[in-house]
């Protein structure tokens, strides 16, 4: 019995290591030597050096002058990171429908000039409560409410916009998006920080 027991302990210990530390240690170190950029969480750093957050984890914006992105529901007021995750709440849920009806008509009242109906992505959360992107629709809808605060043709904030498209992954995987914070800091480098 104390040979099997000894012999489990050694086998635990040596797993532990192997796959507690050797193992991520490995992967770590080569993910930081292949793509040390992706390897730290893909920072983004502002035109004074500061960081302003990830491109891979959404965050507010509520200023006229700026892109909004997708509701969160990670945490109480939303974009917590560490809280991620969905509302939860079905398709039959009057919560879910007050608070999307709610953002209907707050979209439509802060983006007066936009055309076409409101794009179902400003109104639905995703399932992390964290996604940075946006379809290139979403975010042009926004486009004359940005130009207005920003007091500059609509035009030129379509083209930053447009320049900011990322393609399908590998050419054919996902869809054709924007990341927001990406958006709003070319933004700010064509025409100065929004306006409060």
Same mark, same amino acid.
């Given at each position: 019995m104390r040979r099997e027991i000894s012999t489990a302990l050694r086998i635990n210990l040596a797993t532990l290591v192997l796959t507690g530390l050797l193992y991520p240690l490995a992967v770590t170190g080569i993910a930081r030597l292949l793509a040390p950029e992706? %390897? &730290? &969480?893909?920072?983004?750093?502002? @035109? !004074? &050096?500061?960081v302003v957050g990830s491109e891979l984890i959404g965050q507010p914006f509520t200023r006229p002058g700026y892109i909004w992105p997708r509701p969160s529901a990670a945490g109480a007021n939303g974009y917590d990171a560490t809280a991620s995750g969905g509302s939860n709440l079905g398709p039959t849920s009057q919560k879910l429908h007050d608070r999307a009806a709610a953002d209907v @008509?707050?979209?439509? !009242? %802060?983006?007066?000039? !936009?055309s076409g109906a409101v794009p179902a992505e400003l109104v639905t959360t995703s399932a992390s409560g964290l996604d940075p992107h946006l379809s290139p629709e979403a975010a042009l809808w926004q486009a004359p409410r940005v130009a207005? !605060?920003? @007091?500059?043709?609509? %035009?030129?904030?379509?083209?930053?916009? @447009? &320049?900011?498209?990322?393609g399908r992954s590998f050419g054919l995987l996902g869809e054709p998006r924007v990341d927001v914070l990406l958006v709003n800091l070319a933004l700010d480098r064509q025409f100065g920080r929004a306006p409060e």
């Amino acid at each position: 019995m104390r040979r099997e027991i000894s012999t489990a302990l050694r086998i635990n210990l040596a797993t532990l290591v192997l796959t507690g530390l050797l193992y991520p240690l490995a992967v770590t170190g080569i993910a930081r030597l292949l793509a040390p950029e992706r %390897a &730290g &969480g893909s920072l983004v750093s502002d @035109e !004074a &050096g500061h960081v302003v957050g990830s491109e891979l984890i959404g965050q507010p914006f509520t200023r006229p002058g700026y892109i909004w992105p997708r509701p969160s529901a990670a945490g109480a007021n939303g974009y917590d990171a560490t809280a991620s995750g969905g509302s939860n709440l079905g398709p039959t849920s009057q919560k879910l429908h007050d608070r999307a009806a709610a953002d209907v @008509e707050r979209l439509r !009242a %802060a983006n007066p000039d !936009a055309s076409g109906a409101v794009p179902a992505e400003l109104v639905t959360t995703s399932a992390s409560g964290l996604d940075p992107h946006l379809s290139p629709e979403a975010a042009l809808w926004q486009a004359p409410r940005v130009a207005r !605060a920003r @007091e500059v043709d609509v %035009a030129r904030v379509r083209a930053v916009i @447009e &320049g900011q498209v990322e393609g399908r992954s590998f050419g054919l995987l996902g869809e054709p998006r924007v990341d927001v914070l990406l958006v709003n800091l070319a933004l700010d480098r064509q025409f100065g920080r929004a306006p409060e």
